[in-house]
């Protein structure tokens, strides 16, 4: 390539225009970038403030009955066996989460973690049960 006599053609509009559009095209992609990463973390605050809308508060009590899950069942517990150990009763609530619990059928006492626990209900009460005979229904 030959460089041109005159110094005043250097800046004609055929070189500085590519640069021109290069330097805009950038000034583009980064304003992207920067739209992409603003939507991105709204969207990370919105999903975690639905998230945590969501997380059921457990309110325990001393003396409340408890199931303790059983974490060590976590590749093939099986169909039928419980994930849940228990009933546990609570002995002893830490600010920080933790949960002493005391078992009823050995008498152990351990700590655990609140996220472990879900409260303990009684099965159905069979005494006011009635029974109907389909053989011979009142009507």
Known sequence: MKYPDEPDSLCTLSIIEPIVQEVFELDCQNKLEEDFLDNLEIEDK?????????????????????????????????????????????????ANGAVEIQSLKTNNTFKVNDHQLKEYRKGFQTEHVEIMDLENPIL
Do not use: C, D, M
């Open 46 to 94: 919105e999903t975690k403030v639905f998230h945590y809308a969501r997380i059921s508060k457990k309110n325990f009590t001393v003396g409340q009955k408890v199931l303790l899950h059983h974490s060590k069942l976590k590749f093939f517990p099986g169909k039928l066996r419980s994930r849940w150990l228990g009933p546990h009763v609570i002995t002893k609530i830490f």
